[in-house]
């Protein structure tokens, strides 16, 4: 009806916005439903009201109209023309609510003085302009042409205060749309803000827990409702979590001493026996293979709980303000004739410096343990390159790279690539590398080089 | 040569102590860090070995009283606790060298008679040092091997002059690490045995006696023969 030709350009207008918004944060994506829903529960009240107040009074009008136009057909064919004349300038002439005319051929009977043009014919009515001597003004009126035996018969009536009516209903209908959306909006915003605000309360402290801060707890309020039954659940676990946390903590200090004082002890003894061998001059190659075996169970055992105890570090204090170039050379200088000797070729680019802040021996052995991964992977001839960015480094091969889905799990602990178990290694170097640029606060990713493996770390660097 | 060890573990004092013997050390023993902080402060020892995680006393205010009441003996410290910042902190505290356990027989022996050398001769500063026909100017960063002047890249020329500034003395892998790329971790890997073949391959000419020679199981040693 009248009301959708208002409705089509704003449902448009409407569906443009929804488009354009709809990467906003939650908040907004809850106040618009709640708006929408508000608004569509006011249309169809307001549809409805329409259909039950104006449209059926229009409906009832046209009803009346057309039986009046079917009584005035019946009649033509029952009486003669005379007869019939008579009876419907009667008729005209006492009908107040309705405006009837007959048009013959020959003559006009009736209250109008002319035919209308465009006018529909029963029961499709239209609204046409007439003069009319009881207002002594043109009014829009509407009606429907009937043919009968004597002629055309025009029946009309005089619906301004109808139309009036309507105009009203639905400018009352706009405004009350009008403030529905903005009691939807300010209601919406005003909730869904409320209830956000503690959904992010739990994602900062989530991000801290995250960070290594095992203490952090989400606030609970005196309301009990929904929200703090989550926020104690969450406490609860993050109290197991920490309490977990210091086990492992416990279990690695309790291993670091009573395990690797016994093994020193063993290193000793068997040390002894290799300088007690050297004097007698007897054969010293076994207890050299046995130091060198307890050596490498002594190396992994202490990369292990170094591993551990960088996870659970925090930013140190003693981090220094440190230039990644001076450590990248240094690295590269100490690689370099291992990679010489592989037939590899080793260029640094360090036009760009990068200033960061942390602590220069881990990093070295960041640093080193990836030039040294690069340079035990990628096979003869392979090109290893350095670039210093100013916000990190890559390092980049040209050897196999590492397959999409290994990516991942080469930083776990212990895990190695299927294709790498032949060259000696102990799957800690990785994560001990990843372990070292988080406690610095920067990212490692493991990129696809074409071919070869790139390996980027970013600083979150202070310009 | 006195040596004071102070060491809670009976194992491990047991053995330093039959250790040092052997190498011709006197050796004192103590269990605790009141004992020790006694018999240092008693008597004049070349070098003390001290743990950290002592019953009584801990190492590292033994070593603060000590430096306190004005005894510079040497001491190297022996500790499990093997990060960065635990060493900084034992070398700050006054300790002249930090080495974590477990460690290596042969390195702990090459550290203490370099830092028993070192309080012998920390005055004599050169521009100079030779070995043999091998000498190298610390001014000029030139190295000559008889009249043959030898070209050495900057961390190779570091290497070589700790190795002459140590002549005679066996220095271990880790000790060449430390000294010429100055991070404090073991890289375990035969990383220095290159860089140390490399430089050989320099230093050592044809129709020249060879003067680094490779001492297994501990490390490297400059000799002139």
């Known amino acids: ?463 | 040569m006195r040596i004071l060890v102070v060491e809670d573990s009976a194992d491990t004092r047991q053995y330093l102590h039959k250790a040092l013997q052997e190498q011709g050390y006197e050796v004192d023993l103590a269990e605790n860090g009141q004992d020790g902080l006694f018999l240092a402060l008693e008597h004049d020892y070349q070098l003390i070995l001290l743990d950290r995680m002592l019953p009584k006393l801990d190492g590292l205010s033994v070593l603060s009283t000590l430096r306190n009441a004005g005894k510079q003996t040497p001491v190297l410290i022996l500790s499990a606790l093997d990060s960065v910042a635990e060493r900084v902190k034992g070398l700050r505290e006054g300790g002249d060298d930090y080495l974590v356990k477990p460690f290596a027989l042969s390195e702990l022996l090459v550290r203490i008679e370099i830092l028993i050398k070192r309080k012998g001769e920390s005055t004599e500063q050169s521009s100079k040092l030779q070995v043999a026909d091998l000498h190298i100017d610390l001014l000029s960063h030139k190295v000559y091997r008889g009249q043959t002047e030898i070209q050495l890249q900057p961390k190779e020329f570091k290497l070589l002059r700790y190795l002459m500034e140590h002549a005679g003395q066996v220095i271990s892998r880790s000790l060449l690490f430390e000294a010429v790329w100055d991070y404090h971790f073991d890289p375990q890997t035969n990383v220095i045995d290159v860089h140390v073949a490399r430089l050989r391959k320099k230093v050592e000419l044809d129709g020249h006696v060879p003067l680094l020679e490779t001492v297994r199981g501990m490390g490297y040693r400059m000799v002139e023969k």
């Open chain 1, 1 to 463: 009806m009248v009301m959708f030709r208002y409705l089509k350009p704003s449902a448009a207008w409407v569906t443009e916005w929804w488009k354009n918004s709809s990467q906003a944060s939650s908040v907004w994506r809850l106040t618009r439903l709640y708006t929408s829903l508000l608004l569509l529960v006011v249309g169809i009240l307001l549809v409805v009201l329409y259909q039950l107040s104006v449209g059926q009074i229009s409906r009832n009008q046209n009803a009346q109209m057309n039986h009046l136009a079917l009584q005035q057909k019946l009649l033509a064919e029952e009486l003669n023309q005379t007869d019939f004349i008579r009876q419907f300038e009667l008729q005209a002439g006492s009908s107040r609510q309705y405006i009837l005319s007959l048009i013959t051929t020959d003559n006009m009977y009736g209250q109008l003085n002319s035919v209308p043009k465009n006018i529909g014919i029963c029961p499709e009515t239209a609204r046409f302009p007439v003069w009319l001597d009881k207002y002594d003004e043109i009014r829009l009126i509407s009606g429907c042409s009937q043919s009968i035996e004597a002629g055309v018969l025009v029946i009309a009536t005089d619906d301004e205060s109808l139309y009036d009516l309507q105009r009203q209903f639905i400018s009352a209908s706009l405004i009350a749309l009008l403030l529905a959306l903005l009691l939807g909006i300010t209601t919406g915003l005003i909730f869904s803000h409320r209830v956000l605000k503690r959904i992010n309360t739990f994602n900062s402290i989530a991000q801290r827990v995250e960070g290594g801060e095992m203490t952090a707890r989400v606030p609970v309020s005196s309301k009990a409702d929904e929200y703090d039954h989550m926020a104690l659940h969450i406490n609860t676990m993050l109290s197991r979590l920490e309490d977990s946390f210091h086990a492992i903590a416990g279990v690695t200090d309790a291993i670091a001493h009573d395990l690797r004082t016994p093994l020193g002890h063993l290193r000793q003894q068997i040390e002894q026996g290799l300088i007690d061998a050297h004097k007698s001059g007897s054969d010293t190659q076994n207890l050299e293979q046995m130091l060198n075996k307890l050596d490498a169970i002594l190396f992994t055992f202490k990369a292990m709980l170094e591993l551990t105890r960088l996870e659970q570090k925090q930013q140190s204090s003693s981090f220094k303000v440190i230039d990644l170039q001076v450590i990248i050379n240094d690295a590269a200088d100490l690689i370099l004739p291992i990679i010489e000797d592989n037939q590899q070729y080793l260029t640094v680019n360090d036009k760009a410096g990068c200033m960061v802040t942390g602590d220069a021996t881990l990093l070295f052995r960041a640093v080193y343990n990836l030039l040294e991964n690069a340079s035990k992977y990628a096979g003869k001839h392979a090109q290893i390159n350095v670039e210093i960015s100013g916000h990190g480094f890559i390092i980049s091969d040209s050897g196999p790279g590492i397959p999409d889905n290994e990516k991942d799990k080469v930083f776990q602990r212990l895990y190695r690539v299927e294709e790498s178990r032949s060259i000696a290694g102990f799957g800690i170097g990785l994560p001990l590398v990843r372990a070292i640029i988080r406690l610095h606060d920067a990212q490692i990713s493991l990129q696809d080089n074409h071919p070869g493996l790139k390996v980027v770390v970013n600083f979150n660097t202070a310009e």
